[in-house]
């Protein structure tokens, strides 16, 4: 019977969202494709076989006609190969090409490089971490909601870009996101609320140093939390040349019904943890958030 919870945070938020950042603007910068196309390219790397784009879709918690719209570009960029299936020849499945799969190695080594040298530095990645990256797989299929039916190979590279892990980080991601918007919340709106309901009052700028949200964001959505009547704006008591904000009552009581169903997805992304791991994470997850306030 397990007795240890994760400890929903500011801090694992960030970290989460760092982790998506971090990928995303190394593939903008250093590669032709996508977030969603690497975790694809990784996925069908790892199966080892040709797959349809159903099967892909659900693996990878996107709509089939997304999924399918990806693979026509790959397939037009060398990167994946279409074949009829042997048993239905209606049914069209993919593989990865040999182009392919060195783009989906040199990124994978690239990042896993950037991470050990930055969020991830100084993580036991000994049998702890072998425990947690392995437990990654029950972990998407909480948040998916039921068990996908592709057949991957995980830990294919020995670091910790794999399928698995690019999908995990997405998908409770996408779960926040969507948790904040039945809020009427974006996702950086409550993130704002979440820090001052800990910390009382902020300056727009340290709200965007602290949370890593662009200063333009940031006033952004001050000015839609401060429409809603959810901030009040005044002059910060400890510095007359700036502007502070603060929850209102309203804000205060929005961000506490949002915290609670956020915290459900975080137990759901966890919930594939045995105690000793979850006390591990959690851990880890204060030690990757101090890595990024170091950077």
């Not at 998506?20 to 032709?32: G, P, Q």
Request: charged share 25%.
């Amino acid at each position: 019977m397990k007795h240890e919870s994760i400890a929903l945070s500011r801090q694992m938020m960030t970290v989460i969202l760092e982790h998506v950042r971090i990928v995303k603007e190394h593939l903008r910068c250093n590669a032709t494709i996508t977030y969603n196309d690497f975790l694809v390219l990784l996925a069908l790397q790892e199966a080892g076989e040709p797959v349809g784009a159903e099967t892909l879709a659900d693996y990878a918690i996107l709509q089939r006609g997304t999924v399918a719209a990806m693979l026509q570009e790959m397939q037009k960029a060398g990167l994946v190969a279409r074949t009829s299936s042997e048993d239905d020849g209606r049914v069209m499945l993919y593989s990865i090409t040999r182009e392919g799969s060195a783009v989906a190695r040199q990124c994978s080594a690239d990042l896993s490089a950037k991470l050990d040298e930055g969020i991830l530095l100084g993580l036991d990645q000994g049998e702890a971490g072998k425990a947690i990256r392995g437990s990654i797989r029950g972990a998407c299929d909480h948040l998916r909601g039921h068990r996908h039916g592709m057949a991957i190979e995980g830990g294919w590279l020995p670091n910790p870009i794999c399928a698995d892990y690019l999908l995990y980080w997405r998908a409770i991601t996408e779960k926040w996101t969507s948790v904040a918007a039945e809020h009427g919340l974006a996702l950086g709106e409550y993130r704002m609320l979440e820090y001052l309901d800990e910390f009382g009052t902020a300056s727009t700028g340290d709200l965007a140093c602290r949370l890593g949200i662009k200063q333009s964001n940031v006033s952004l959505y001050k000015r839609r939390l401060l429409e809603r009547g959810l901030l009040h704006e005044a002059m910060d008591p400890f510095d007359g040349r700036k502007v502070a904000v603060r929850s209102t009552k309203e804000g205060a009581a929005v961000f506490s019904r949002a915290r609670k169903s956020m915290n459900i997805v975080a137990q759901q992304g966890h919930k594939a943890l045995a105690d000793a791991d979850i006390m591990t994470m959690n851990v880890w997850y204060m030690q990757m958030y101090l890595n990024l306030w170091r950077s």
